[in-house]
């Protein structure tokens, strides 16, 4: 199962993505998480539906120092995980 994210609220300069990219990886998750121009952070993942409820409700709590206002969620087509490797971060330093 793949799933999209976007997570709305206080979410860049927190550490929020290495907050995701932790919970994801310990879940075993393939795909990624990146911040959005809008201020954003978008999560593509991918795994187990009963995996993927459990990244659901780490990115709705969010990281120490974070506010989470909105999550919106799509699920994507079960083609979109030939394109995920391990999860990682994308445009990180």
Same mark, same amino acid.
């Given at each position: 199962? #793949? ?9 860049? &300069? #927190? @550490?929020?993505?290495?907050? #995701?990219?932790?919970? +994801? +990886?310990?879940? @075993? *998750? ?8 809008? &201020?954003? #952070? $978008?999560?593509?993942? /991918?795994?187990?539906?009963? *995996? *993927?409820?459990?990244?659901? $409700?780490?990115?709705?709590? @969010? /990281?120490? @120092?974070?506010?989470?206002?909105? *999550?919106? $969620?799509?699920?994507? +087509?079960?083609? $979109?995980?030939?394109?995920? &490797?391990?999860?990682?971060?994308? &445009? +990180?330093?």
């Amino acid at each position: 199962m #793949v799933r999209y994210y976007l997570v709305k609220g206080r979410v860049q &300069g #927190v @550490g929020f993505r290495w907050f #995701v990219h932790r919970e +994801a +990886a310990e879940l @075993g *998750l393939r795909g990624w998480v990146r911040n959005t121009d809008a &201020g954003h #952070v $978008e999560v593509v993942a /991918s795994g187990e539906p009963e *995996l *993927l409820v459990e990244l659901k $409700e780490a990115l709705k709590k @969010g /990281s120490r @120092g974070s506010r989470v206002d909105a *999550l919106v $969620e799509e699920e994507l +087509a079960e083609s $979109e995980d030939a394109k995920l &490797g391990p999860f990682v971060i994308e &445009g +990180a330093w």
